[in-house]
Structure formats: C-alpha cells, structure tokens
C-alpha cells in the first residue's frame, strides 16, 4: 500500500468514516461479547484445552501472545472471530460459522459473523473511497449489527452512539489515514498468519508444548553460561552430528545433562550455517 497521504475529501472521508466504525464500535461490541461469555481470567485454560484437544495450530504465535496477555482492547476482530466461534457457547447461525448469515437472520452468532464480514469486505479491496449512496446503505447496516449485540449485552447503547457520531462528525485527518490503512492491510496480515501457520505444520508438536519448550529452552541457556567444554567435548559434538542417535553414559554428576543441552543449544543456534557450509561442500 502507498505511503502517501490520503486526502479527507468526499469519498475518501467516506472510508474513514466506515473504518472507524469497524475498528473502534464494532470491534469493541465484540470484546464485550467475549468479556460476557468468558473472564480474561479464564481465556488461557479454555484456550489451551481446545488446542489439546484438536491438537491443530490454529492461531499464529503473535496471536497466542495476545491471549496470555489476557488484555481484550489488543484484539482484533480476526481474533475475536475465533475466540467467539470456538471458545464460546454461543449457538451457530442457520447458515453455520463461516458463512453469509441469512438477511432475517439476527442471532448472536449472525452479527458477529457480519462483523468478521464487513471487515474482510475492506481487507480484500484496495478501493479508497466509499461512495455517499454506498456509504449511507454501510451506516444503516452497521448501526443495526451494533444495536443488536448491545441489546443482547444489555441496556447500554454505548457503541450505536459512537456509530452515530462517526456518521457525521469532523474527521481527524492523521487518525483517519491511519485508521484506513489499518483497515486495508488485511490481506498482508493473512498471508502473514497462512506463513506462521505453514510453519507450525512443520512440526508434530502442538504450539502449547512448544510454549512450554521454549521457556525450558530460556532456563537452559542461563545455566548454560556456567559450562566450561572439556578437552574431549569436539569429538562428542562431531558424533551428536554425525548420529540419528546418541546416548550420554557416565556416573550421577559426571555432566551428562548439562553436555546434552550444551549441544542442544549449540545445534540451534549454529548448526544452520553449518548446515549451509556442509551443503555448498558437497557441491565442490
């Protein structure tokens, strides 16, 4: 997308408008969806269960951060989508999660499959300008989604208030180009998911073990800075190398643990390049 400046005329504040629409109202009745279905306090332990369960990767590793986090107001309405559909008791609508809901369709699940909708609709197009006709139809169509989660909410009309106002009020210009470009950069952020994910399926190990791994990998490399390599050290990281298998024998306290991390932290950190000198070699 072009780094220059989008100019706040006609069409264009058209866009910001409906941009600030999807990402502050619409995006906040979701969390607030979420925040009644369950705790932030919670999130993480039912999160974690239904990745063991379906033993899938199903969010990339900035998503799985933002769970932990527990902080709702860092969730984007991708986020949000799959917490709601998978996390939540919330019934499907008639067409199912996924899909178009029916017109007269107004249930929970229907809204906020809308809402994932209206904001794909942008993140696909690289149009930067919304029509007054087309704009007007947005609005309306909006303000009735936000209106019906509120109403399942409760009372509070908060956030159709906030759609109201966007209809008509003066648009910060920096906000607002800012607020578009967020809103189209949705094809970037799923290609940036689908590279995450390729990755993950790369291995058999769920991302919850890999979690754990990886803080057991950090307490490793701390006490690895007190190991000192032996004068026969070379010859048992040549071998590691040169095996599918290797076993460690020696007494209790002869250092077999820390030697085995030592060269597990060794491998993956260098043995890349290594890799990579080992491969040009044989092509000489």
Not at 55 to 82: A, C, G, M, R, W
Not at 184 to 195: A, C, Q, T, Y
Request: proline share 4%; charged share 30%.
């Amino acid at each position: 997308m072009s780094n220059s400046k989008i100019k706040l005329t006609g069409e264009n504040t058209n866009l910001a408008r409906v941009a600030q629409m999807i990402l502050g109202p619409c995006t906040n009745v979701l969390r607030d969806v979420l925040r009644k279905e369950i705790a932030p306090s919670n999130l993480e332990t039912k999160v974690r269960a239904y990745i063991a369960k379906t033993k899938k990767p199903l969010i990339n590793q900035h998503q799985e951060t933002l769970v932990y986090s527990k902080d709702y107001l860092k969730f984007d309405v991708t986020l949000l989508y799959f917490l709601l559909r998978n996390m939540c008791s919330i019934q499907p609508h008639s067409n199912t999660w996924g899909n178009n809901p029916n017109p007269g369709d107004r249930s929970v699940s229907g809204n906020i499959e809308r809402i994932r909708l209206i904001r794909n609709e942008y993140g696909h197009n690289t149009e930067r300008s919304i029509s007054d006709t087309d704009f007007k139809k947005k609005y309306k169509y909006i303000k009735g989604i936000v209106k019906e989660l509120e109403n399942y909410l409760g009372s509070s009309t908060k956030y159709q208030d906030e759609v109201k106002e966007l209809k008509t009020c003066t648009m910060d210009p920096t906000q607002s180009e800012k607020n578009i470009k967020e809103l189209l950069d949705l094809h970037e952020k799923i290609k940036d998911i689908s590279g995450d994910v390729e990755e993950m399926k790369k291995t058999v190990l769920p991302w919850n073990i890999k979690v754990i791994y990886k803080k057991d990998v950090l307490k490793w490399k701390e006490d690895d800075s007190f190991f000192v390599e032996t004068h026969n050290f070379q010859a048992m990281l040549d071998k590691v190398r040169q095996q599918p298998f290797v076993t460690f024998v020696g007494v209790p306290g002869s250092g077999k643990t820390a030697t085995a991390r030592h060269i597990a932290i060794l491998l993956q950190e260098k043995d890349g390049s290594w890799q990579t000198q080992k491969q040009k070699k044989n092509k000489e």
